[in-house]
C-alpha cells in the first residue's frame, strides 16, 4: 500500500498551508484546493440542532449567563465561573472526593453508588473509559446510554449516560453524577472541560475521582457554590514493589512485563527486539492509535491464553485500560512533552507505575523498575513522594460570552476575540486560562472563510490534530466546502485505491492519520447532519482502517532491532 505524502508550502505565522498537491498513488487521496489549511486540537462539547436534542442544550450550546450585552460590561471578568451554571447553583449538591492512587478501588466505589441511582451520568476524560462504563452498567441491567464526541448509542428506557467529559450536559438534572480523573482540571489543554463539569452539572450527589493532590483546591473552589464536600481516602489494594535492580537484556523480560517508553518509532523498535529474542510476542498501545485498536491490543494481552504476553506502550496506559500487568518497566524517565524533553513529574510516574499489579488479576503483586541503573533513584524517590499540590484549576470563556463579545464589536474575527480573552481574562486566584494556541490558529484559518461566528467556532473546537499533517489538512477541506456549499461528501475529498497492510512506519503513520480524518468527519456529521450525510461511509472506512492497522501489528518485522538497553546514557541527578 502506498500512501499520498501531501506537499506544503506554508506563508503563514501560524503555520497555515497554502499549497497542497497530492501523490498519484494514494490509498484515499485528498482533493484538497489552494486556500486550505490546517488547523486546531481541543476537544470541547458543542451542540447543533441533533446533540441539541439528545442533550437538551439550547442553540446557545451551554451558555447560561445573563449579563448585558452593551460594550460596556467587561466581557473579560472570569472571576466568578461558579454564576455561569444556574441550574446547578439552584441544588446543594453533595461533593464526593474518592481519592487515592492508582488500582485503590476509588472509581469502583463511585460506580456502586452509579448503579444504585435513579439517574445519573459518568464524565470521563477517553472514550475508552465511557466505552467501559456504558457497557458496564448495561450489564448490570442499568440502561445506559453511550455520548462522545464520536459515538451516540442510545439505550431504550435509559436514565443513565456514559459520556467523555466534553460532552457532559450541564442542562439537565441527575440523581448522582461521577467526574472521573479530576486532577485534570489542571490540564493546560483540557482542563477547563473538567472545570465546567466541576461547577455546572446539577446532580444530587457529585462523586469526583482521582488524586488527592486535587482536594484542596476542589474544596476552595466549591466553597462559593454552597455544595457540601465530604473527602473518602483509599489505599492501594494491591503492592506495588519498587525493584532495585534494573532490567539489564532482553532475556530479562518476562510474561506480564509493560516496557514503557516515549516516542512512536521506540515502541516499534523495542517491540521488534523483545520479538526478534524469540520468546515473546508483544501488543502496543500508545496515543496515536485508534481507541478501537487499543482496546483490542489490550485484549490481546490480557488474553492468557495466546501468545501476546507482553507489552510495549507509551503513557497512554496511565488511564482508560485495564491491563493485566506483572512489571512496569521505565525505558527512560524523560519525555518530550511538544516543546521540550523534560523528566517525568511525580504524578506521571505514579499514575503509569501504578498500573502494575492489578488487583484480582493473575498478578496481584506488582512490581516497577527501569532499564537504566541512574534512573532508579528518581523513580525510588517519585514513589515515595506525594504529587504536588495542584493549584489552579483551567478556564475558557463560554461560547456566550464569545458571541456576546462578538456583537458589541461586529468587526472583529474569532481569532481577535480569543486574543483578547487570552490577553485580558480577569480570573482569580484559583484558575488559569487553558492553553488556545492551536484553537488560535484554528481561528486564523476560519476566519478567512464567509462563516458564521456559532460555525467558526464548531470547527475551531473539532478534534483534529493540529501536528498531523493529513489530518490537518482533512480539516481544512471540511471547513472549505462548507463554507462554500453547506454540504461536504465524503468522497469529494477521499477516493478509494486498493486497500492493503501498511508495510513501513511511515505507511502506518499515514493510514493512522486517515483514521483521524474519518473520525472527524463522524464528529461533524453528528453535530451537522444535513452537512456531514456520510457519516455511514466515514465509520465503514475506520473499520477497515482498524482492520488494516492490526493486521500490521501482527505481522509488522521490518525495524533493524535496537541494543537492550540503549548505550545512550544520561547523566541523572541524585536524590
Not at 514493589?241 to 510474561?255: G, Y
Request: glycine share 6%; net charge positive.
Amino acid at each position: 500500500m502506498v500512501y499520498s505524502l501531501l506537499r506544503v508550502r506554508k506563508v503563514s505565522p501560524f503555520g497555515i498551508s497554502r499549497l497542497l498537491q497530492a501523490d498519484k498513488a494514494s490509498l484515499w487521496r485528498f482533493h484538497l484546493e489552494p486556500e486550505c489549511g490546517q488547523v486546531l486540537r481541543l476537544g470541547v462539547f458543542t451542540s447543533r440542532r441533533n446533540y441539541g436534542k439528545i442533550l437538551g442544550s439550547s442553540s446557545n450550546y451551554d451558555f447560561t449567563g445573563s449579563q448585558p450585552t452593551s460594550s460596556s460590561f467587561d466581557f473579560t471578568d472570569l472571576t466568578c465561573p461558579h454564576t455561569w451554571y444556574p441550574i446547578a447553583r439552584r441544588k446543594k449538591r453533595k461533593v464526593i472526593l474518592h481519592v487515592g492512587p492508582t488500582n485503590s478501588g476509588k472509581t469502583y466505589n463511585a460506580l456502586k453508588q452509579l448503579e444504585r441511582s435513579s439517574s445519573g451520568v459518568y464524565c470521563g476524560p477517553l472514550r475508552l473509559l465511557a466505552w467501559e462504563v456504558a457497557k458496564r452498567l448495561n450489564k448490570a441491567n442499568v440502561p445506559c446510554d453511550l455520548i462522545t464526541g464520536q459515538e451516540k448509542e442510545l439505550v431504550e428506557g435509559a436514565n443513565h449516560k456514559a459520556v467523555t467529559v466534553e460532552m457532559a450536559d450541564v442542562t439537565s438534572v441527575y440523581d448522582c453524577a461521577i467526574i472521573d480523573e479530576i486532577q485534570m482540571v489542571g490540564c493546560k489543554q483540557r482542563g477547563f472541560s473538567f472545570t465546567r463539569a466541576l461547577l455546572g452539572i446539577a446532580a444530587n450527589e457529585l462523586h469526583l475521582c482521582g488524586d488527592p493532590a486535587v482536594v484542596p483546591l476542589v474544596e476552595d473552589i466549591l466553597k462559593v457554590t454552597g455544595d457540601d464536600v465530604e473527602v473518602h481516602t483509599y489505599e492501594r489494594l494491591s503492592p506495588l514493589v519498587p525493584l532495585k535492580v534494573p532490567v539489564r537484556s532482553v532475556s530479562d523480560i518476562k510474561t506480564g512485563d509493560c516496557l514503557v517508553t516515549f516516542s512512536r518509532k521506540d515502541i516499534y523498535r523495542h517491540k521488534n527486539t523483545i520479538e526478534k529474542a524469540g520468546k515473546h510476542l508483544c501488543s502496543v498501545v500508545y496515543g496515536s492509535l485508534p481507541p478501537e485498536t487499543r482496546t483490542a491490543q489490550a485484549t490481546r494481552f490480557n488474553d492468557a491464553t495466546n501468545d501476546f504476553d507482553v507489552l510495549v506502550a507509551s503513557d497512554a496506559i496511565g488511564m482508560g485500560l485495564n491491563l493485566n500487568i506483572s512489571r512496569i518497566i521505565f525505558s527512560t524517565l524523560e519525555k518530550f512533552d511538544g516543546s521540550e524533553t523534560r523528566d517525568l513529574t511525580v504524578s506521571e510516574i505514579k499514575q503509569i507505575a501504578g498500573r502494575a499489579g492489578r488487583f484480582r488479576s493473575q498478578f496481584p503483586v506488582g512490581e516497577v523498575t527501569c532499564l537504566h541503573k541512574e534512573d532508579l533513584p528518581l523513580l525510588h524517590s517519585s514513589l515515595k513522594s506525594p504529587s504536588p499540590i495542584i493549584e489552579r484549576a483551567g478556564l475558557f470563556p463560554t461560547y456566550d460570552l464569545l458571541s456576546r463579545y462578538s456583537q458589541a464589536h461586529p468587526k472583529l474575527g474569532l481569532y481577535k476575540i480569543l486574543e483578547h480573552f487570552v490577553e485580558n481574562a480577569k480570573l482569580s486566584s484559583n484558575y488559569f486560562i487553558s492553553n488556545v494556541e492551536d484553537m488560535m490558529k484554528a481561528a486564523a484559518l476560519v476566519d478567512e472563510l464567509p462563516l458564521k461566528l456559532q460555525d467558526k467556532y464548531l470547527f475551531v473546537v473539532s478534534p483534529v490534530d493540529i501536528n498531523d499533517e493529513i489530518s490537518g489538512r482533512g480539516f481544512a477541506q471540511f471547513a472549505q466546502n462548507y463554507s462554500k456549499t453547506r454540504v461536504v461528501k465524503l468522497r469529494e475529498i477521499l477516493s478509494d485505491d486498493t486497500v492493503k497492510v501498511p508495510r513501513t512506519p511511515t505507511e502506518l503513520k499515514e493510514l493512522e492519520s486517515i483514521h483521524k480524518v474519518l473520525d472527524l468527519y463522524v464528529w461533524l456529521s453528528l453535530r451537522l447532519e444535513d452537512s456531514f450525510p456520510d457519516r455511514e461511509v466515514a465509520a465503514s472506512q475506520k473499520s477497515i482502517c482498524n482492520v488494516l492497522i492490526e493486521q500490521f501489528l501482527e505481522a509488522n518485522r521490518f525495524i533493524s532491532p535496537i541494543p537492550f538497553p540503549s548505550k545512550k546514557l544520561r547523566s541523572r541527578r541524585k536524590f
